[in-house]
């Protein structure tokens, strides 16, 4: 399976885990603009079983804390604690979990906890082995990945 046939799965389990958890629409961007001045937060997980890859999210520093205070349920004040990396990791975490459980809704994956991504600064053309998307939430840019392996 090639990442490029995973689209309607990546666009559904994003809108879908963004739109429950955190009370946030997201809507597909073409051709984002990505500013190298603004901060953003990244995390990548590693997914192994009928096929193996990575899955990533990259959101902006603000909008990953206004994120966050949602997912928590707290006002903006409240949640001057919230860990913005923290909560891009779980979200990542679940978006990853919905796109592997549409692409095979029988069989079991084993999913690496979320780290940090260095790997900010860019947004990848689409390839046979990997696919990005943007997203403009009502607090700001997401861009999810999703890299798909094959054994050699």
């Known amino acids: 399976m090639l990442a490029s046939e995973c689209h309607p799965w990546l666009v559904e389990s994003v809108s879908d885990v963004v739109e429950s958890m955190c ?13 190298a ?3 953003w937060v990244g995390r990548r997980l590693e997914f192994s079983g009928p096929c193996q890859g990575s899955f990533g999210l990259r959101v902006a520093k603000a909008a990953a804390r206004l ?10 004040e409240e949640g001057d604690d919230v860990q913005p990396g923290e909560i891009v990791g779980e ?12 692409m095979e809704p029988n069989l079991a ?8 991504d260095q ?3 860019r947004f990848a053309p ?9 997203f ?3 607090e700001g840019r997401l861009f999810a990945w999703l890299e798909i392996r094959h054994s050699s």
């Open 23 to 35: 009370y946030s629409s997201a809507d597909v961007i073409e051709n984002p603009p990505v500013s």
């Open 136 to 138: 403009e939430l009502e």
């Open 119 to 121: 790997d900010l600064s």
């Open 126 to 134: 689409p390839s046979s082995g990997r696919m990005e998307l943007a």
């Open 37 to 39: 001045e603004e901060l």
């Open 67 to 76: 994120l966050g205070s949602s997912f928590l349920g707290q006002d903006i």
């Open 91 to 102: 979200i990542a975490n679940m978006i990853c979990g919905a796109v592997l459980n549409r």
């Open 109 to 116: 994956f084993a999913l690496s906890p979320p780290y940090d």
